[in-house]
């Protein structure tokens, strides 16, 4: 079957500007979680999205904002871009929420250059 | 707040048995322990889960001690295409706390 799909796989925007990231989850998988990926953090997790519903949240400014849709696609926004911002951005999914025996498959992220 | 640390790096010998390490504190006694791969220009790749004990599959094997406070994940005969990033995750307090990543080289 089909893995995640992370649209679009590459982006440039300049500071100041807003950018929506989209992903499309494993057919029947109902959870979507979001990571940012950067050299000097590493993998810090943004939020996690279930049925429709954000379950849990990282510890990022609101700046930083999702959603997920009645198909289990999801999409991730971030406005006012700084610089700080560039990095790839992972989406996740898996069958279940986080809490319980699960296994997330991720997508091959979204490289977003703030310039 | 779970901190995860792992060694930044470690080499190996083709044919020969890895194990890496993941220190964690703070988590509960359910908490899930997660290991990923992750390639160049790809995202992770689940390896192995766990939350206690000893879990075994076709790739690799997970021992958890009883006092929870690190992880090993131990890959039998690396060969060089597991050159990667290996990654543990735990969820703790419906957080999601990726570790600092161990970059695995295999020597021929």
């Known amino acids: 079957k089909a893995g995640v799909t992370q649209t679009p796989r590459y982006l440039i925007k300049t500071r100041g500007q807003q950018v929506t990231l989209s992903c499309s989850p494993i057919s029947g998988h109902r959870s979507v979680s979001w990571y940012q990926q950067t050299p000097g953090q590493g993998l810090q997790f943004l939020f996690e999205y279930f049925s429709e519903t954000q379950r849990n949240k990282g510890n990022f400014p609101g700046r930083f904002s999702g959603r997920q849709f009645s198909n289990s696609r999801s999409e991730m926004n971030v406005s006012t871009l700084e610089l700080g911002d560039s990095a790839l951005y992972l989406c996740?999914?898996?069958?279940?929420?986080?809490?319980?025996?699960?296994?997330?498959?991720f997508g091959p992220g979204t490289r977003l250059t703030v310039t | 707040l779970a901190k995860t640390t792992q060694p930044i790096s470690m080499d190996s010998y083709e044919g020969q048995e890895v194990n890496i390490t993941c220190s964690h504190n703070n988590i509960a006694t359910n908490d899930y322990i997660t290991w990923y791969q992750q390639f160049p220009s790809q995202g992770p790749r689940f390896i192995i889960q766990g939350y206690k004990t000893k879990v075994t599959n076709e790739v690799a094997s997970l021992f958890i001690p009883a006092d929870r406070k690190s992880s090993t994940l131990s890959l039998p005969r690396v060969s060089l295409s597991d050159t990667a990033v290996y990654y543990c995750l735990v969820e703790t307090g419906n957080q999601f706390y990726f570790g600092t990543g161990t970059s695995l080289t295999v020597i021929p």
């Open positions: 996740a999914s898996s069958l279940e929420f986080s809490g319980s025996s699960y296994e997330q498959y």
